[in-house]
């Protein structure tokens, strides 16, 4: 790990003057990525701003009957609450598969939407990756790609979002509150904060330099048979090969998103509008134009198999 300097942040926009103002910096709230990532030297930050005394921690409805999940409530914390658990049991399941429970106890809501992907060669720094070194190029494309996207992807960039915690919001129509250098605040759409790969996937997300996410944001509850299944290698602390969280409402309607097979959580709302039509007609407008690799292709039956059986509950239920 390379020397760094560090500071603790006296406010949200303190904190995103200090980010915008040092070059190289990086926040730091719970670390569970960066700092991995600082010790295998793919992040080299020369300035750590703390962000974990700015009291956004806090969980609590909006005037509007939805609800506002600071940036720094703890996965633990989130996933356990009583109103979450109740209105919103898709993200409380979402989070309790994701990593194990120390790392829960750590790992932040903002974190957890900015961590940064899992794909094997982005994490070895003796193979190309344009994530890690733009320009070098992506040895994943011919190379073993079976946990690596389907849709969303690039000539220059296959890797995925690894977030479970993002795949519920995303069915759940999250937005993401920040504030900037100058105290401007903004309001983001989940679909809108990663960037598409394109010939830059070194840039991740539409945030500005110094921008700071400060609490996420659900609309008032909508009920429903809500589910998030998780298809991984092992029963624990495992990345999804797919992942996929549902809404079903009683007359059919709702939500599906995806993980484990874009840059982002993956939802398309001419999708949504197919769930009277089975796993399949869902499936097949969800990974349109989908390139798959000798090693993934097996993610496109497997999805339709998971969301089946998401709606034969949901029709138990009913």
Not at 175 to 195: C, K, N, P, Y
Not at 218 to 228: A, H, I
Request: proline share 5%.
């Amino acid at each position: 790990m390379k020397a760094f300097s560090y500071e603790r942040a006296s406010s949200p926009q303190a904190a995103a003057a200090a980010l915008a103002a040092t070059p190289n910096a990086r926040f730091i709230a719970g670390g569970t990525n960066l700092i991995d990532l600082m010790k295998l030297q793919i992040e080299t930050p020369t300035h750590l701003v703390d962000v974990n005394g700015l009291g956004l921690d806090t969980i609590e409805k909006t005037e509007d009957g939805g609800l506002r999940i600071g940036a720094l409530v703890r996965n633990t914390d989130l996933a356990a609450d009583s109103t979450v658990r109740r209105d919103y049991p898709l993200l409380s399941r979402a989070l309790l598969a994701g990593a194990s429970g120390q790392l829960r106890n750590k790992a932040t809501t903002a974190g957890n939407l900015l961590q940064r992907t899992r794909c094997p060669y982005f994490y070895d720094t003796d193979q190309p990756c344009n994530k890690r070194l733009p320009g070098s190029g992506c040895a994943a494309l011919e190379g073993f790609n079976r946990t690596l996207a389907i849709v969303g992807a690039s000539t220059s960039c296959i890797a995925t979002h690894p977030s479970d915690m993002a795949v519920a919001m995303r069915a759940l129509d999250a937005r993401v509150e920040t504030v900037q250098a100058d105290g401007t605040t903004r309001t983001i759409a989940l679909e809108q904060l990663h960037r598409a790969p394109g010939t830059a996937p070194h840039l991740e997300t539409t945030l500005e330099r110094g921008e700071l996410i400060t609490a996420v944001t659900l609309p008032r509850p909508v009920g429903g048979t809500q589910v998030y299944h998780k298809v991984r290698d092992r029963a624990s602390y495992a990345f999804a090969l797919v992942s996929v969280a549902a809404i079903v409402q009683p007359d059919g309607q709702g939500a599906v998103a995806l993980g484990g097979v874009a840059y982002q959580p993956w939802r398309k709302p001419q999708a949504d509008a197919q769930l009277r039509n089975g796993a399949k007609a869902v499936v097949d407008t969800l990974l349109a134009g989908a390139r798959t690799s000798e090693h993934n292709a097996f993610k496109v039956p497997l999805i339709e198999r998971t969301l089946g059986a998401i709606l034969a509950e949901a029709r138990a239920q009913a």
